[in-house]
């Protein structure tokens, strides 16, 4: 109905019904390790702790509800020149986020296979190598299972093999998506100003051609930039020109009108 829920009955149900399982469970993996532990040898137990570390790679699931914070933030931003950028930043953002989970994923699976297999750490990596080199390693290796381009790490067993394959699959399909998505919001920014762009082409032209004078010619383009801020300030969208205000419940809409015209009111009291 357009109102914020206050209520902790209500707050809890709605907790309830999303991430409370998920929570619940990550919690209850390091206790029941926690127990165990006190009860096993200490070599149980830091395997139970290795695989609880592991489980809390679950947690990352909850960057989902990132989506409810970066439209909040849209719909903050008046400027549909922010906004498209904001949105290319996010993209971008996602892209980066997603390729360091990937990397170090690939990292992390040299640790699950046998000790006597060989992997790509062992081939490509020496005991010398800082931390900070095989993180780049293991991201450059994730950026091109995402682009075209190669390198010279490559799965050496049966598990990396397998997660070479499911990376590869989840970038052909998502990866043509995100560059869709970049290539339309970039596009979208080169529309927004072609009109006004292609009239101060025109201006330009006009000028050069006729031999007008530099001075005049100052003149004219600080007069229709002066015009071009006056004419944005001015021009208001009134209620009327946008249709997705009656959708809102009609309480909603007395806030609109009230925070709208509010300054108004007050500098003409009655």
Known sequence: KGLVEMRPAKIAIHYFKGWFVLDMSLVSVDWGFIIMGLGQQASAFRAGKTMSRGMHVLRLLRIVKMHSV??????????????????????VFFIVIVNHISACIWYG???LAPPEDNNW??????ESDTLSYRYAT???????????AGMEVYARNELERIYSVCVLLFALITFSSFVSSITNLMNHLRNMNA???????KLRLYLHQHG??????????????????????KIRTKEADVPLLTLLPASMRAELRFEAFSNDLKAHPF
């Not at 750490?121 to 020496?126: A, D, E, P, S």
């Not at 009109?195 to 082409?201: A, S, T, W």
């Not at 001075?215 to 006056?230: A, F, K, P, Q, T």
């Open 138 to 148: 293991s991201l450059h290796w994730s950026l091109t299972q995402f682009t075209p």
């Open 121 to 126: 750490v062992k081939q490509f990596l020496r």
């Open 109 to 111: 699976i040299t640790y």
């Open 195 to 201: 009109q006004r762009l292609e009239q101060q082409k």
């Open 212 to 233: 007008i004078g530099s001075m005049l010619v100052n003149r004219v383009w600080h007069y229709l930039h002066h015009r071009e801020v006056i004419n944005s300030v």
């Open 70 to 91: 970066v439209s909040d933030i849209m719909e903050r931003i008046r400027s549909e020149y922010l906004r498209t950028l904001f949105q290319i930043l996010c993209l």
